[in-house]
T-cell receptor, first 113, second 115 residues
Framework: NAGVTQTPKFQVLKTGQSMTLQCAQD?????MYWYRQDPGMGLRLIYY???????DKGEVPNGYNVSRLNKREFSLRLESAAPSQTSVYFC????????????FGQGTRLTVV | EDKVVQSPLSLVVHEGDTVTLNCSYE??????LLWYKQEKKAPTFLFML????IEKKSGRLSSILDKKELFSILNITATQTGDSAVYLC???????????????FGQGTILTVHP
């Protein structure tokens, strides 16, 4: 039972570099989400995809782009990384928009130097 | 702006103690409130509460929602060292229409249980 799988688990980037965080779920969920977690801030929603083919901004979308590649996969791209994007990133999925029991991946710890 | 505030931010207890974690919220269109436990990695789901006054229970953990006063509590009785974690409260503020499950999270409460 893989659930939600994120790659990579750790990443160090230099300011200005780009990278893509990958997320895949095998639960046939319709909705997928990207959150970031910073100390003292809880989790904040970056982008979400209510269903395949749709994406929308969350609370903190600036500096990020997403792609819902298919029903299983939802990627997060940093085009030009900044130190303020140092964080732990979580991907999550839920069965659909009306089901709120979200399942989380194991997180990606990103450091931008 | 939707807001979820948890208290205390951290708590240190000894095994066997009972703890109460608090979560208050201000959201435009409340749909439900969720509790998660986060150990080293991913948050794991504990409870979802939608109705006032109905207690959800799972072993030593229980939770209740007060929609009039806009808060929820999570109780853990007879704590064990394995209960040490960050406990996250989240609210879905998108009720009254199509919900996209966009959770607004509190800061979390760090619980440390000493032997």
């Amino acid at each position: 039972n893989a659930g939600v799988t994120q790659t990579p688990k750790f990443q160090v980037l230099k300011t200005g570099q780009s990278m893509t965080l990958q997320c895949a779920q095998d639960m046939n969920h319709n909705s997928m989400y990207w959150y970031r977690q910073d100390p003292g801030m809880g989790l904040r929603l970056i982008y979400y995809s209510a269903s395949e083919g749709t994406t929308d901004k969350g609370e903190v979308p600036n500096g990020y782009n997403v792609s819902r590649l298919n029903k299983r996969e939802f990627s997060l791209r940093l085009e030009s990384a900044a130190p303020s994007q140092t964080s732990v990133y979580f991907c999550a999925s839920s069965a659909w928009a009306g089901t709120l029991e979200a399942f989380f991946g194991q997180g990606t710890r990103l450091t931008v130097v | 702006e939707d807001k979820v505030v948890q208290s205390p931010l951290s708590l240190v207890v000894h095994e066997g103690d009972t703890v109460t974690l608090n979560c208050s919220y201000e959201v435009t269109n409340f749909r439900s409130l969720l509790w998660y436990k986060q150990e080293k990695k991913a948050p794991t789901f504990l409870f979802m509460l939608t109705s006032s006054g109905i207690e959800k229970k799972s072993g030593r953990l229980s939770s209740i929602l007060d929609k009039k006063e806009l808060f929820s509590i999570l109780n853990i009785t007879a704590t064990q060292t394995g209960d040490s974690a960050v406990y996250l409260c989240a609210v879905d503020p998108t009720g009254g229409g199509t919900s996209y499950g966009k959770l607004t999270f509190g800061q979390g409460t760090i619980l440390t249980v000493h032997p």
